[in-house]
């Protein structure tokens, strides 16, 4: 199993933007003391205001966007206390960032076909600079499909930005206030009814755990491999507290230990390697 990732390190710092997006989320960009390396995308912070207003326990993140060696942004969705505390934030406010965590999305893989990314609402998270590194590491524009959901088009953030990325963009609402109407998974299945079985697909996705579920279960039918990366309660964020256990699979490549942490071992997993 991991130990927690080599290069992290507890810093106090500084919020420089807080952006609101969509109907109930931020983009809230920190700049670090110390410069970092590039960060893999799917690796995420442990976020918490200095002060009292967060929750003694820091909250996990993806990182979204890395703007500069010591910028980062957050794509935030609003939710409990700790987002509550983190959306009041404002330029010059210090936060304590625990990170950068996890093992983020595998080696992309230029000639393995290909490669849709399924995304639900703040799922978005780990896809910009996801589909950014797939095509820095040759990956062809036109072999990448962005698939993204949400209620309705408000839950859709930052649509405009994961347009210009030059990928196709297939938006999907459940109201049909936006793009296709439906889930995503029937967006999938349109677009293999309308344009035939690719023979070979990677599917990579992230959101709700009942929709993650559903791209699987689609994967598996077509006979597609398959990622996911979790969004599990986390305490500590370094393999400590146990409060991120995900089952195993006993054919799984992680079945030494019949669970794995989603904060050392993922947040990103093979699906078929474990029980979610
Ligand atoms: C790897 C990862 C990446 C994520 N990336 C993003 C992202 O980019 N954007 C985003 O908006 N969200 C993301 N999330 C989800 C985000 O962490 C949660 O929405 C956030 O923790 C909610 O915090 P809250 O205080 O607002 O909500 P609350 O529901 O008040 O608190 C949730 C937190 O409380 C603690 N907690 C509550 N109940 C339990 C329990 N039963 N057992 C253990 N701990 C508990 C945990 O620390 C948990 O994370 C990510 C989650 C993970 C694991
Ligand atoms: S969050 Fe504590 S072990 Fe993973």
Redesign the pocket.
Known sequence: MPAVAPDVRVHEARVHLNRPCGDD?FVLGVTLPEEMAPLRAGR?FMLRRKDEL??E????????RQTGPRELE?????????????HQSRAGDVLVTIGP??LGWPDWQANAGPKWFVAGG??S??FMMGIEQAIAAGVPADQITYVYGGRTKGFLYDLDLFTDLGVRVIAATDDGSAGFHGNVVQACEHLIESEGKPERVQVFT?GPDPMMKAVVAFADRQGFESWV???????C?VGI?N??AVGTTPEGQLADWPVAK??TD??VFRASDIRF
């Open positions: 989320a995420f967060s929750p326990i820091p909250r996990p993140f993806s990182v979204y957050f794509l935030v969705k609003i939710h409990g206390r700790g987002t509550r505390a983190l965590l996890g703040i799922g998270a780990p992230c990366s979790l969004e599990t309660y986390m305490g964020g507290c409060g991120c989603c904060c993922g947040p």
